[in-house]
Structure formats: C-alpha cells, structure tokens
C-alpha cells in the first residue's frame, strides 16, 4: 500500500513561512481533546497576515491545524494557482481540516495565505499527503495504518471502524522495519483510540524493540459522554535507533474489565522503509480515510489476522482432500459400470465365448458285452467312426457315429457268432462287440480290434480273445469346444 507521508510544522523540512510566525511547544487541551494533541506537540501560530508553501509531488493532500476559540481568521487556500474550498470550524479542537484535495499524481504546489489577529490568531500543525510511488520516502515520517503489511497482530485482535484493538491478556503485535540509511536515526510513535464504550480501568501493556527489556506504558480510556470518541491519541513513543533491521512487539498486559489495547495507526519519524508495496485503503492520521491505487507488491502480503485466514486455509485442505476422494470413488464406480457394459455387449456379440471354458463332467456308462448282436448307441457327436472289411475288400462301409468321451472298442472283419460271457467294464472303457451282419463279412483267422480310447487311454483288457487278433488303436477324440 501507499503510504502518507506526514510533514511536521517544526520540521526541518522544505515548509516556506511568509511573516511573523510563533512556535509552541506542548500540547493543548491534552489527551482529552476530541482529535487528540497536536502531531509532536508543535503548533506554529501566525497573529497577522503570514503565508504558508509547501511542494510535493504526489496525488493528495491535507493540511491540518488547531482551533483556541469559536471563530478562526480569514485564510484562502490554493493548489497550482487554483483557490480550493475551506474548512470553516465551529468548535475548537486539534487535528482539524484547513483544506483538501485529490489530485492527478505528479508535482504540486499548495500555498495557505492567512489574515491573522491577535484575537484570531492561526495555527498550524502539519500537511500529510499521499506520495507518488517513485518518491523517495528517505528521511520522511512514515504513516503505517493497520492494514499496512508490516503490522502483525495475532488472533487475539479485532476490527474497529478505525484501526484494531484486544482485550485479551497476552494478545501480541510485532512490527519488522527496515531503515536503509545508517545516518537517518528512527523513532516509533503509537497512536490508538479511546471510545466510552469500552471499559474504563486501567491496564498496561509493554513494548521492546528488539528483544531489549519491556518497557510497561498505562492506558487509561478518557472517553466520557461528552467526548465519546478520542483518536490520534498517543500511547507510547520509543528512542531513536539507528538504520537498519528492527522489530517492535507490543504485548497486552490487561484484563476484558479494563481499557483495552487499541491502534489507530503507527508513524515512524526519519522513515527509509525499503518494502513493497501493494493496493490498499489508505488511512490518514486523522480521522478522515482516502483510498487510493498503488503499486502492486511483489510477494504477497501476510494478513493482520493470521487465524483467521488458517482457519480458511485448514478447511480449503479438508474440503479439498474430501472432494478428491469422492471424485476418486466415482472414477471407480464408473470404471466398473463400463467394464461391465463392454462383457455384456461382448457376449451379447459372441454367445458362444460363454461355454468356452465349461468342462463337462464325466460319466461312466460300460456297454454290455453279451450274446447277439449290440448296436453301437445313437449320439450326436461330430466325428464319425467308419468300419470296414479290410480282407474281402467289398464289404459295405458303416458309418457309425462315436458317442463324445467314451471307449469303444468293436469287433471288424474276421469275428464270426463270437459270443463272450458276462459283461466286463474296465476303468474308464467300454466295449461294443457287434453281432453277425449281412453287411460284414468275417473270419475268424482275419480279425481286427479297433479301441477308441478315451481321457488318458486303458491297459491292455484280460478279457480280449486269444486269437490272431489286430489292435488298432484310436487316441481320444476332444470336442472343440
């Protein structure tokens, strides 16, 4: 944020008096004065015609005096030659408004001429305004309000209208500065508020710079019904310190029954910051509030309150870890439905997939062996078994189809009315032994066995004749399925 830049009447500053000016030191009216006493407590007075000039290179401006009585002199006040609108003041008090303006930022040149009496003299505190962004601020007296970057209370802190305050024990502020210039020695000036709605006891706080002993100060609220709300009222101001790297801490030593810890606005007097600056509202020492734009900083700047914004940043993670693992778990929910939409649609397309895999289980039926002649059983397997007689060459071929995974073990050409005894079964075989058939020819000196064997095959059977007999032997015949 910009920053106002705050020129005092006592100054070594570039302020040009015309006439007779006096000097006061003190303040008037003490804390007790609505707006609070005036800035370092100086007052110039002018008692007869004087003037006041001042240039500055910025984009506003206000000029701020004090008011003894009820009537003030007569004073015209202009900006670049061009005459503004006063302040007429009813009523006596400091940190009052003279004049005013917002400006194009660039060179300007304000100049005060005044008709002074003795009776109505004029007074003079100081000219604040709002520099533009490539001024050098070595050397100036700084205002840093609230919301300025380099201001860190912790959570024990909340808002007012204007600036912050803490009723809470223990409730701490840190400030880090940087001075750049080892000839240029700082002073820190706390200003707060005292408002007749809060608690009235006393309490203290302490400040350090630097780690150094804490130095206790009092708070006392001195708002009354007539005077409900004092600002600009100074709280403490520290040494001077050289250029460079130091931190200020302010730590609240009161209880929520007594006055409570309020900032309005720090002023660092001989200034060098060397920080960043972002957008911001601008508040000046008074109680009037301009907003400007300023440069935009570099590195962002932490909040004032830092729980707060945690707090924010824990359930922005929290809900962030949730949402993942939902959408994780719809991924999943998703991937299954296509999955399974995709296997229906593929055996909806390929029913027959779908049997590629059953094993059919096994039964054992053994055919029979007796007298007379024994069919070979109907089936609906896909490989046929064709029989022949290979000796006479003329026989008819019988094409009999092989029930899928059985044995069958069958007489050919040669066997003539052979009729064995019992039926035998073994392991996992059964015979088929055929009867006379006009359709064969066969003798007993020329026969065949023909085996078809089934799962790992059988032994040799004690049961086949003892006659000159061929075995043929068929290996097993496997469905494609």
């Given at each position: 944020?910009?920053?106002?830049?705050?020129?005092?009447?006592?100054?070594?500053?570039?302020?040009?008096?015309?006439?007779?000016?006096?000097?006061?030191?003190?303040?008037?009216?003490?804390?007790?004065?609505?707006?609070?006493?005036?800035?370092?407590?100086?007052?110039?007075?002018?008692?007869?015609?004087?003037?006041?000039?001042?240039?500055?290179?910025?984009?506003?401006?206000?000029?701020?005096?004090?008011?003894?009585?009820?009537?003030?002199?007569?004073?015209?006040?202009?900006?670049?030659?061009?005459?503004?609108?006063?302040?007429?003041?009813?009523?006596?008090?400091?940190?009052?408004?003279?004049?005013?303006?917002?400006?194009?930022?660039?060179?300007?040149?304000?100049?005060?001429?005044?008709?002074?009496?003795?009776?109505?003299?004029?007074?003079?505190?100081?000219?604040?305004?709002?520099?533009?962004?490539?001024?050098?601020?070595?050397?100036?007296?700084?205002?840093?309000?609230?919301?300025?970057?380099?201001?860190?209370?912790?959570?024990?802190?909340?808002?007012?209208?204007?600036?912050?305050?803490?009723?809470?024990?223990?409730?701490?502020?840190?400030?880090?500065?940087?001075?750049?210039?080892?000839?240029?020695?700082?002073?820190?000036?706390?200003?707060?508020?005292?408002?007749?709605?809060?608690?009235?006891?006393?309490?203290?706080?302490?400040?350090?710079?630097?780690?150094?002993?804490?130095?206790?100060?009092?708070?006392?609220?001195?708002?009354?019904?007539?005077?409900?709300?004092?600002?600009?009222?100074?709280?403490?101001?520290?040494?001077?310190?050289?250029?460079?790297?130091?931190?200020?801490?302010?730590?609240?030593?009161?209880?929520?029954?007594?006055?409570?810890?309020?900032?309005?606005?720090?002023?660092?007097?001989?200034?060098?910051?060397?920080?960043?600056?972002?957008?911001?509202?601008?508040?000046?020492?008074?109680?009037?509030?301009?907003?400007?734009?300023?440069?935009?900083?570099?590195?962002?700047?932490?909040?004032?309150?830092?729980?707060?914004?945690?707090?924010?940043?824990?359930?922005?993670?929290?809900?962030?870890?949730?949402?993942?693992?939902?959408?994780?778990?719809?991924?999943?929910?998703?991937?299954?439905?296509?999955?399974?939409?995709?296997?229906?649609?593929?055996?909806?397309?390929?029913?027959?997939?779908?049997?590629?895999?059953?094993?059919?289980?096994?039964?054992?039926?053994?055919?029979?062996?007796?007298?007379?002649?024994?069919?070979?059983?109907?089936?609906?397997?896909?490989?046929?078994?064709?029989?022949g007689d290979s000796q006479t060459g003329h026989g008819t071929q019988t094409t009999r189809t092989a029930p899928r995974r059985s044995i069958i073990r069958i007489f050919l050409d040669g066997i003539s009315n052979t009729t064995f005894g019992s039926p035998h079964s073994h392991g996992e075989a059964s015979i088929l032994l055929p009867s006379n058939s006009s359709r064969h020819t066969r003798t007993r000196t020329s026969s065949s066995w023909v085996i078809a064997h089934e799962d790992s095959g059988i032994r040799l059977l004690p049961e086949l004749p003892r006659i000159n007999t061929d075995i043929i032997e068929i290996p097993p015949t496997y469905s494609a399925e």
């Amino acid at each position: 944020m910009s920053r106002w830049v705050v020129v005092d009447d006592a100054s070594p500053s570039d302020i040009a008096y015309g006439g007779v000016w006096s000097v006061i030191d003190g303040m008037w009216g003490g804390t007790s004065a609505g707006g609070g006493p005036p800035l370092y407590n100086t007052l110039h007075g002018a008692h007869s015609n004087a003037s006041i000039a001042y240039t500055f290179k910025g984009s506003s401006f206000v000029v701020v005096g004090t008011q003894f009585s009820t009537s003030m002199p007569q004073w015209t006040c202009s900006i670049d030659d061009e005459e503004l609108s006063t302040s007429l003041n009813t009523s006596d008090g400091n940190n009052l408004h003279l004049c005013a303006s917002t400006l194009a930022d660039g060179t300007h040149n304000v100049v005060l001429n005044i008709s002074a009496t003795e009776d109505e003299p004029f007074w003079f505190d100081y000219i604040q305004f709002l520099p533009s962004a490539d001024m050098s601020l070595d050397q100036a007296d700084v205002v840093y309000g609230t919301d300025d970057s380099l201001i860190q209370c912790d959570s024990q802190w909340d808002p007012m209208k204007v600036g912050t305050m803490t009723m809470k024990k223990g409730s701490t502020m840190s400030f880090d500065f940087n001075g750049t210039l080892p000839s240029v020695r700082e002073r820190w000036n706390w200003f707060g508020v005292y408002n007749n709605s809060h608690s009235s006891g006393s309490a203290v706080a302490t400040y350090s710079v630097d780690g150094e002993t804490p130095i206790p100060f009092s708070l006392k609220n001195l708002a009354s019904d007539d005077t409900p709300l004092l600002s600009n009222q100074p709280f403490f101001h520290t040494s001077k310190y050289s250029a460079g790297q130091h931190r200020l801490e302010v730590v609240y030593q009161g209880l929520p029954e007594t006055t409570p810890l309020t900032l309005e606005h720090l002023i660092v007097q001989g200034s060098s910051p060397n920080a960043a600056t972002t957008t911001s509202t601008i508040t000046a020492i008074t109680t009037s509030t301009i907003s400007s734009t300023a440069s935009t900083s570099s590195s962002s700047a932490p909040s004032s309150h830092s729980g707060g914004t945690n707090s924010r940043l824990i359930g922005s993670i929290v809900g962030g870890a949730i949402g993942g693992f939902l959408f994780l778990v719809l991924l999943a929910m998703a991937s299954c439905f296509l999955r399974r939409c995709s296997l229906r649609k593929r055996r909806e397309e390929h029913p027959e997939e779908a049997f590629r895999d059953v094993v059919e289980p096994y039964t054992h039926n053994p055919l029979l062996r007796s007298s007379g002649y024994h069919p070979l059983p109907a089936s609906t397997g896909k490989r046929p078994l064709l029989l022949g007689d290979s000796q006479t060459g003329h026989g008819t071929q019988t094409t009999r189809t092989a029930p899928r995974r059985s044995i069958i073990r069958i007489f050919l050409d040669g066997i003539s009315n052979t009729t064995f005894g019992s039926p035998h079964s073994h392991g996992e075989a059964s015979i088929l032994l055929p009867s006379n058939s006009s359709r064969h020819t066969r003798t007993r000196t020329s026969s065949s066995w023909v085996i078809a064997h089934e799962d790992s095959g059988i032994r040799l059977l004690p049961e086949l004749p003892r006659i000159n007999t061929d075995i043929i032997e068929i290996p097993p015949t496997y469905s494609a399925e």
